[in-house]
């Protein structure tokens, strides 16, 4: 069920969620000239760091699976932090706790470079998310090529078949994959048909862009306990995550941006979620 929101920023949304998907398939148009060379430079990259593995050990050890998300501005809270580096950035959210990095990678909207993936990934060892609006299998091959680990599939930007056939090439190529998932209708295509290991459920609605914690915790509730379940977006303050710690009993994680980007001791910010977060 969509939070309830005002008629035109409902309208504002989808119009805003229209444009970002016209002018990806309009990169992607544009990717698939090089395709070729983004498919031998994918096959050359050192291997991919197991991003789901590295979460599921951190809670094996009783420590916080978290996914620290470097971005520079959103559609939601326009621009952040546009100065703050990537390499420094990553350093400052590892030493704080997180288990692996989600790096925006979209120039029209997020205000990424080109290269912030790359920065960020060399600077530490962390797995790395690449975050962008991926509609596309040729964006996949492009995730590999500049170093991701894994990738993100959105279900409300996907015909199912699509998003299997990128999930296979991602798993094809070493990757992890993490399925977000907005409500139950979109669980349960990502259940029946993907793999879907790793589910996120994002509290804030892509078309009307409000928040609703409640509601995401309640799907995450209903992830099956065999699948690792990812609660994402406006968790602004360590105790917005003890509802999803009270309703998930299987292996939960979540992924923290914001809150990193405007805080002033980005380490500091990490380790405050990390204690909250923590099974132990």
């Given at each position: 069920m969509l939070s309830s929101t005002s008629p035109n920023k409902a309208e504002h949304g989808e119009?805003?969620?229209?444009?970002?998907?016209?002018a990806k398939h309009e990169e992607c148009a544009l990717l698939a000239r090089d395709q070729g060379l983004l498919e031998e430079q994918a096959r050359?990259?050192?291997?991919?760091?197991?991003?789901?593995?590295?979460?599921?050990?951190?809670l094996t050890r009783g420590r916080a699976a978290l996914i620290c998300e470097s971005k520079r501005a959103s559609p939601s809270a326009g621009v952040i932090c546009p100065e703050r580096s990537p390499d420094t950035t990553a350093q400052q959210l590892a030493r704080g706790g997180a288990a692996c990095l989600s790096v925006l990678n979209d120039r029209a909207?997020?205000?990424?470079?080109?290269?912030?993936?790359?920065?960020?990934r060399a600077a530490c060892p962390l797995p790395v998310l690449r975050k962008d609006?991926?509609?596309?299998?040729?964006?996949?091959?492009?995730?590999?090529?500049?170093?991701?680990?894994?990738v993100l599939l959105v279900m409300r930007l996907l015909e199912t078949t699509r998003a299997k056939e990128m999930e296979e090439l991602a798993l094809e190529l070493g990757m992890d994959v993490l399925v977000?998932?907005?409500d139950e209708e979109e669980l349960e295509r990502?259940?029946?048909?993907?793999?879907?290991?790793?589910?996120?459920?994002n509290a804030r609605d892509l078309q009307s862009l409000s928040?609703?914690?409640?509601?995401?915790?309640?799907?995450?509730?209903?992830?099956?306990?065999?699948?690792?379940?990812v609660a994402e977006s406006g968790l602004r303050k360590p105790d917005d995550l003890l509802p999803f710690l009270a309703a998930r009993s299987g292996s939960l994680a979540f992924l923290i941006g914001e809150a990193l980007m405007r805080s002033d001791d980005a380490q500091a910010c990490v380790a405050a979620f990390a204690e909250a977060a923590s099974p132990a």
């Open positions: 119009s805003l969620l229209a444009r970002i998907l016209a050359a990259q050192e291997a991919p760091r197991g991003f789901r593995r590295t979460l599921l050990q951190h909207w997020f205000h990424a470079q080109p290269d912030d993936l790359e920065r960020a609006f991926l509609v596309e299998p040729v964006q996949v091959w492009q995730a590999r090529a500049m170093g991701a680990d894994c977000e998932v907005h990502a259940v029946s048909h993907l793999q879907a290991a790793m589910i996120g459920v928040i609703d914690l409640a509601r995401a915790a309640e799907v995450v509730s209903r992830v099956p306990a065999d699948r690792l379940a």
